[in-house]
């Protein structure tokens, strides 16, 4: 094309670029406003660890981590489920050790009433975001079954100190049901999905109004747990198999099971479990096999820390990480996105939300470097043509609801008989 021709066509092309610009502009607006006026529930973040490890107060930058009150003001964060989380790894006791981060949270809200509340029922968590002066609801799920030692007055304390969910499994398989991390261990002893004791703790789970969680479980031990409980379940952090396939994320035919008992899955953010790229976690595999002694510096980094939190012990560790994510790019936030449409597909609209796993993993898609990015997920929405009721729903309405659900079935299981006329 000749250079008059093609100066001829500068004012079109300048024309549909502010044409895009100013639809770029409205999309972002109109994705603000509704982000704004949302109840934004995120059910899992590890921060208790840095509380515990490393004496960490939210009113502090995060540094390197995810979550901090700056930066959960700045995404509008209504509620965050704090993950209790014990290593199966370590020597002293799991119940010492989850009660040790129960007390953080706690501590935490007593340290800053004007910025976060602990609170023990949906009702709370809508009270604690009206009004002028909003606050942080904080709220509690242990993250594996193995946290109770096989007691079950001790998941009745759980609850009394405000725990609202509990997670069956974490990676490892306990004494009463399976997890997806080892079910094909031949070493480890498993049981078919739950016990008759696990399915009496569902049972009780469910009496006492605590949400069963069914992220990180095996296949069959979902299938029992969909089979025992009375009450609506979550998967606090799990994503869609049919876009990533790994054990942990849940099967078309899963979600659509979720959504018949009414539950709620809320969609992770780790790069394993979100990216598209069928080859992505092979390149993982790839890369650590090819540098075995960098994976096993990092692991004898990650122990000492387990033993003593030091900065230089941290440094080091934020180092190998950082060369480990450099072999392998991050999915891009669309990969994400694509999660929630999904679950939203073949579960329903009403039966999707967001488990970040801030604070419990090393890699994000690109553009969520922290909670403070959660805008982002609106507005993708909002490109992708959700309105506003659906992203409502999405950012925390349908956890509301079941958490609500949960209740109502525990008020219902210890209401009296009536006996007689």
């Given amino acids: 094309m000749p250079i008059k021709s093609l100066l001829l066509l500068l004012p079109f092309f300048a024309c549909a670029l502010v044409a895009?610009?100013?639809?770029?502009?409205?999309?972002?607006?109109?994705?603000?406003?509704?982000?704004?006026?949302?109840?934004?529930?995120?059910?899992?973040?590890?921060?208790?660890?840095?509380?515990?490890d490393e004496n960490f107060d939210l009113a502090s930058d995060a540094g390197r981590g995810h979550f901090d009150f700056g930066k959960a003001q700045q995404a509008n964060l209504g509620a965050e489920f704090f993950s209790i989380w014990v290593d199966p790894r370590i020597k002293t006791g799991y119940t010492k050790r989850a009660l040790d981060m129960i007390d953080s949270v706690h501590e935490q809200a007593k340290k800053h009433p004007d910025k976060m509340v602990m609170a023990y029922s949906a009702e709370d968590i809508v009270k604690a975001r009206t009004g002028k002066n909003k606050r942080l609801a904080a709220l509690m799920g242990v993250e594996g079954g193995h946290a109770i030692e096989n007691d079950m007055s001790v998941l009745r304390d759980f609850y009394r100190l405000g725990v609202r969910y509990m997670t069956l499994t974490w990676s490892n398989t306990n004494e009463w049901a399976d997890s997806s991390g080892d079910i094909t261990d031949t070493k480890v002893q498993h049981h078919n999905g739950?016990?008759?004791?696990?399915?009496?703790?569902?049972?009780?789970?469910?009496?006492?109004?605590?949400?069963?969680?069914?992220?990180?479980?095996a296949d069959k031990t979902f299938e029992d747990v969909i089979a025992t409980t009375k009450a609506p379940v979550i998967a606090s952090h799990s994503s869609a198999r049919a876009l990533t396939d790994v054990p942990r994320n849940m099967t078309d035919d899963m979600l659509r099971e979720v959504a018949k008992n009414g539950g709620v899955v809320q969609v992770n953010f780790f790069c394993?479990?979100?990216?598209?790229?069928?080859?992505?976690?092979?390149?993982?595999?790839?890369?650590?096999?090819?540098?075995?002694?960098?994976?096993?510096?990092?692991?004898?980094?990650?122990?000492?820390?387990?033993?003593?939190?030091?900065?230089?012990?941290?440094?080091?560790?934020?180092a190998i990480n950082d060369q480990m994510k450099a072999a392998y790019p991050r999915p891009p936030l669309s990969d994400l996105i694509d999660h929630i449409d999904h679950v939203a597909k073949i579960a329903e609209i009403d039966h999707v939300g967001i488990g970040s796993d801030f604070d419990g993993i090393p890699c994000t898609p690109q553009g969520i470097d922290s909670v403070a990015d959660l805008p982002k997920i609106t507005e993708a929405l909002v490109e992708r043509g959700y309105n506003r009721e659906q992203i409502h729903k999405i950012l925390g309405g349908n956890l509301l609801r079941v958490f609500r659900q949960v209740e109502a079935v525990s008020k219902q299981l210890n209401s009296p008989l009536v006996v007689g006329p």
């Fill in 272 to 318: 394993a479990f979100i990216a598209r790229d069928p080859d992505y976690n092979k390149k993982v595999k790839v890369f650590n096999d090819a540098h075995a002694d960098l994976v096993k510096q990092q692991e004898a980094l990650q122990d000492q820390l387990e033993e003593n939190h030091s900065p230089e012990t941290n440094a080091k560790l934020d």
């Fill in 20 to 52: 895009a610009q100013t639809v770029s502009t409205k999309v972002k607006a109109e994705a603000r406003a509704i982000h704004n006026s949302a109840i934004i529930i995120d059910t899992h973040a590890d921060t208790p660890g840095r509380f515990v």
């Fill in 194 to 217: 739950l016990t008759d004791f696990g399915k009496q703790l569902v049972l009780e789970m469910n009496q006492l109004g605590m949400m069963v969680d069914v992220s990180h479980v």
